[in-house]
């Protein structure tokens, strides 16, 4: 079987040069004589992938020195709990952006550790936009400001980061990491899943300014403590070490791509694709509000409920495969990650014509 089309929005598609390279390095990595999997996590060949994975998330992001770079287990989820724990004890207070689903939930499990203030919500809307946000709603003493940059199941993406002053501004980048160019040193912390735009499922990256270290909560669990963690190198306890080697495969690709600079042009044009084909219908519908629109998750539908899903079974059929918008938007929704190619891209577009004219 041929290799299809993949727009799910993650675990994703990941770039066919990377898959190749671990297919042929899975029996025998180098001369180690074993593979990846099968190494310890604490052997110098196994040490010399890490470094690699983490340099290439450095270079690729323009992380400074002082900034930690880890890779955790729990995902970004994890992180939720992680990011309050770690940072709440300053004052005990943080504000939190609801622009979707894992934005609320993020800030519902904040809560558990601290006074959490909800500064803007778009819930009330179903999300179709990100929350237009006032600084006189902000806790100035607040220990954190904490965003979604983009918003995986809705479709939206922040345009413009908010001015926080010296409060530390956490991001949670799951879905646009090393998708377009951010200055690190404006965030506190940014922490991302790794299954959309980075590799595997398995972990979540995590880039920490080592300065908002020393304010964990006494419940901390150690493989959640950033400062332990960042101490140890992301390996208190055994790290997923095939998932980071397999990451340090996609970001290598990334980087011959001509890194995140040159991939976030291509990320500008293949969205516009798809938004074109959308604004120059009366068939297709955007979910989200076009000042919010996500150049990662583009959420559609079609006239009805009906035609939403024999477009899906179509596509799917035409080698388009995970197309169905999230449950709580329903429609359409295409991922397209780093690793899609704009071959896909048009060859998306191309079936929404053709399946706009057989069905208006
Ligand atoms: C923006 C965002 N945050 C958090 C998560 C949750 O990630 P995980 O499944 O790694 O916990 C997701 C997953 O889809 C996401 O899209």
Known sequence: MERVFNFAAGPAAMP??????????????????????????????????????????????????????????????????????????????????????????????????????????????????IPT???????????????????????????????TGDVPLVADMSSNILSEVYDVKKFGAIIAGAQKNIGPAGFAIVIADRKLFGHALPCTPSVLDWKIMDKKGSMLNTPPTYAIYMAGLCLEWLKNQGGVEAIEQVNIEKAKVLYDVIDNSDF????????????????????????????VAEATASGLANLKGHRLVNGMRASIYNSMPMAGVKALAEFMKKFEMENK
């Open 284 to 311: 297709y519908r955007g979910a989200a509000d076009p000042a919010s629109r996500s150049r990662m998750n583009v959420t559609f539908f079609s006239p009805s409920a009906e035609l939403d899903a024999k477009f």
């Open 16 to 129: 066919e040069e990377a898959l190749a390279i671990a297919q042929k390095e899975l029996l025998c990595y180098g001369s180690t004589g074993m593979s990846v999997m099968e190494m310890s996590h604490r052997s110098k060949a196994y040490q010399a992938i890490f470094d690699k994975t983490e340099g290439l998330v450095r270079d690729l992001m323009h992380i400074p020195e002082d900034y930690s770079v880890m890779f955790l287990q729990g995902g970004a989820t994890g992180q939720f709990a992680a990011v309050a724990m770690n940072l709440i004890g300053k004052t005990g207070k943080a504000d939190y952006v609801d622009s979707g689903n894992f934005a609320h939930g993020a800030m519902v499990e904040a809560k558990k550790y601290g006074e959490v203030k909800c500064v803007a919500s778009t819930e009330a809307s179903n999300y179709t936009s």
């Open 133 to 163: 946000l006032n600084k006189a709603d902000f806790t100035p003493d607040a220990s954190y400001f904490y965003i979604t940059t983009n918003n995986t199941i809705f479709g939206t993406r922040y345009s413009e980061l908010p001015d």
